[in-house]
């Protein structure tokens, strides 16, 4: 980790940003446009750069030298997912500054992809807290899923273009090799069997385009949504990648879960909040209430 630290006089908060240089397609002078913003202010500001390696262990140890009020992500979902974990079930809130691809949970909650209105909402922000699910050992603060779009992920993580366009057309290509899968559900005390195409596990409503994969859901209830799409239709993609339509219900059925487990006959493609996870035959998750404080307008 590379390390940016900029103090101004009349101390009165501390702001700990860590920041993905490799987010989106853009590259984007985070420190000094932060520096800039915060010049005159009554802020301590400390900038770190995160490697592709770091570790959540990394980002606890700088929030334990610096002692900050406010811990703020630089970068899309995985680097939101990554200080995320370092911070669960404290006292201390995130801030978001969007810089990835996607941003799925910035649009989520309302975060503006402007980085100088992202900076001011540091300062004028409440914080909420949203829960979270486990899944695998791992924190999802919006949507992981098994199947056609992990699928999409994979061919966008290795893609050279990024942006909607990348992901747009690393969709229409996973409807060609989509495949049904035979799958074993539990969620909590019901156990059904079911062919799907995908599995969404969804604590998010939408996708960052906009589409509505899971219109009763809400970050601030106490249960999370298991989406299943039972049938593959270039329609229901194509809401998916432009439109803000909900899902046809013939073709998805939403449950409302605590904890879930997902057992297959194949390996089938995984991700979790943008972050291809390569494949898998069992999948277990469960409820983490209260997860995190994030600030939104």
């Not at 980790?1 to 984007?28: A, D, E, K, W």
């Not at 201390?92 to 001011?120: K, V």
């Not at 690393?170 to 035979?182: C, I, K, N």
């Not at 074993?184 to 005390?189: E, F």
Request: proline share 5%; glycine share 8%; with cysteine.
């Amino acid at each position: 980790m590379v390390f940016n630290r900029v103090i101004f006089t009349m101390q009165t908060t501390v702001i700990l940003f860590f920041i993905n240089p490799h987010s989106g397609s853009v590259r984007t002078p985070w420190p000094a446009l932060i520096t800039e913003f915060f010049s005159g202010r009554s802020v301590d500001v400390h900038c770190v750069l995160l490697e592709k390696d770091t570790l959540p262990n990394q980002i606890t140890e700088q929030i334990n030298i610096h002692s900050p009020n406010l811990v703020v992500a630089v970068g899309g979902d995985g680097t939101i997912k990554l200080v995320a974990t370092a911070l669960l079930r404290g006292t201390i809130p995130l801030g978001i500054i969007p810089a990835g691809s996607a941003n799925g949970l910035a649009y989520e909650l309302g975060i503006p992809s402007d980085p100088t209105e992202a900076m001011q909402l540091l300062l004028t922000g409440k914080p909420i807290t949203i829960h979270g699910i486990t899944i695998q050992n791992e924190i999802c603060l919006h949507l992981a899923d098994i199947g056609l779009n992990a699928w999409a992920m994979k061919k966008f993580n290795r893609g050279n273009v990024r942006g909607w366009w990348g992901y747009g057309w690393a969709s229409l290509q996973s409807l060609y090799y989509s495949r049904m899968h035979q799958i074993s559900l539990q969620i909590d005390r019901q156990s059904m069997q079911q062919k799907a195409a995908m599995i969404v596990l969804a604590n998010g409503t939408a996708y960052r385009t906009g589409a509505i994969i899971n219109p009763e859901g809400s970050l601030l209830d106490h249960h999370f949504e298991v989406v299943v799409m039972k049938k593959i239709s270039l329609v229901e993609t194509l809401k998916m990648l432009f439109t803000h339509q909900p899902f046809n219900p013939d073709k998805l059925v939403v449950y409302e879960a605590q904890q879930v487990h997902i057992r297959c006959k194949k390996r089938i493609p995984f991700q979790i909040d943008g972050e291809y996870r390569g494949k898998v035959k069992n999948i277990d998750a469960k409820i983490v209430t209260n997860a995190i404080s994030i600030l939104v307008p």
